[in-house]
């Protein structure tokens, strides 16, 4: 499968758009810590990875790297897209809870 980046752009913008019209500007990032699964085990579903292979990710962490891109602090750079994963993974999963 492809993906063009202009489609994946046109989706993530009728989304934001979407929460701004249903009046959320806003997300209260009420959790911080979470289980990260190393990229090297995060799709071999059939084996999943030992105990000792997870890692701590942190929101307020990634947070504060994509807005150092926001604000223009720091160029971007494409890992940045792997925070900005875990902080939409968040609001997508607290939105519909």
Same mark, same amino acid.
């Given at each position: 499968? @492809?993906?063009?980046?202009?489609?994946?752009?046109?989706?993530?913008?009728? &989304? +934001?758009?979407?929460?701004? @019209?249903? #009046?959320? /500007?806003? $997300? %209260?990032?009420?959790? %911080? +810590? *979470?289980?990260?699964?190393?990229?090297?085990?995060? *799709?071999?579903? *059939?084996?999943?990875?030992?105990?000792?292979? &997870? /890692?701590? #990710?942190?929101?307020?962490?990634?947070?504060?790297?994509?807005?150092?891109?926001?604000? #223009?602090?720091?160029?971007? $750079?494409? *890992?940045?897209?792997?925070?900005?994963?875990?902080?939409?993974? +968040? $609001? #997508?999963?607290? &939105?519909?809870?």
């Amino acid at each position: 499968m @492809r993906i063009q980046l202009s489609d994946l752009r046109r989706a993530a913008d009728a &989304l +934001f758009d979407h929460l701004e @019209r249903t #009046g959320r /500007t806003e $997300i %209260d990032l009420t959790e %911080d +810590f *979470y289980w990260n699964i190393p990229e090297k085990r995060l *799709y071999s579903v *059939y084996s999943p990875p030992p105990e000792s292979e &997870l /890692t701590v #990710g942190q929101l307020s962490d990634d947070w504060n790297e994509v807005a150092k891109i926001a604000s #223009g602090q720091r160029p971007p $750079i494409a *890992y940045t897209l792997v925070w900005l994963s875990s902080l939409l993974r +968040f $609001i #997508g999963s607290k &939105l519909v809870s």
